[in-house]
């Protein structure tokens, strides 16, 4: 079955506590993403990639990293999380280098920073 | 960098109602613009898109109208349901460069 598949789906953790969340597409699929969804903001883009070792900035990347040394794989790390980063994450991916497609989202990850 | 407002920012029809849900645009250079739903708990899911060199796209009943000169786009349902019931996002890209509006909260009653 075409997938996104994210982990952990729940997290709750300390301000300061290292953490990744992991994002994996079976559908070899060039663009994957990486969005937060605040109330009232929809969903914002952290960070995108366009293929292996290729990755860019989104419109909030501020307090996060990401990597892409895998096609398939695509996590995003926060290295010193604080309460303002508790949010729910969606990782997507397309078919498309450019991501101009439909993307195909993850179940989520709900992020609790206390 | 590129600005998508939504509106209305909820919405409650009548079963079998119309509904329709729209987006404005702030950069020209846009030229594809997909709409998603989520449903509660769920994943937002692709239903309909239009790119910049077409006017108007329907499947079934889901439309969807742009409009580039005045930049902005509209998600059209028609004969709601129920199940039609969700919170829908509209979606403005530019290189590389997706941005969401903040969603609408449809309900329909039955």
């Known amino acids: 079955e075409a997938q996104v598949t994210q982990n952990p789906r729940y997290l709750i953790t300390v301000t300061g506590k290292k953490l990744t969340v992991t994002c994996s597409q079976n559908m070899n699929h060039e663009y994957m993403s990486w969005y937060r969804q605040d109330p009232g903001l929809g969903l914002r883009q952290i960070y995108y990639s366009m293929n292996v070792e290729v990755t860019d900035k989104g419109d909030v990347p501020e307090g996060y990293k990401v990597s892409r040394k895998e096609k398939r794989n695509f996590p995003l790390i926060l290295e010193s999380p604080s309460p303002n980063q508790t949010s729910l994450y969606f990782c997507a991916s397309s078919w498309s280098s450019t991501g101009d497609q439909p993307q195909h989202f993850g179940d989520g990850t709900r992020l609790s920073i206390l | 960098g590129e600005n998508v407002e939504q509106h209305p920012s909820t919405l409650s029809v009548q079963e079998g109602d119309s509904a329709v849900i729209k987006c404005t645009y702030s950069?020209?250079?846009?030229?594809?613009f997909p709409w998603y739903k989520q449903e509660l708990g769920k994943r937002p899911q692709l239903i309909i898109d239009i790119r910049s060199n077409v006017g108007e796209k329907k499947d079934q009943r889901i439309a969807v109208t742009l409009n580039k000169t005045a930049k902005h786009f509209s998600l059209h349902i028609t004969e709601t349901q129920p199940e039609d019931s969700a919170v829908y996002f509209c979606a403005a890209y530019k290189l590389n460069d997706m941005r969401f509006g903040a969603g609408t909260r449809l309900t329909v009653k039955p």
């Open positions: 950069d020209s250079a846009s030229n594809y």
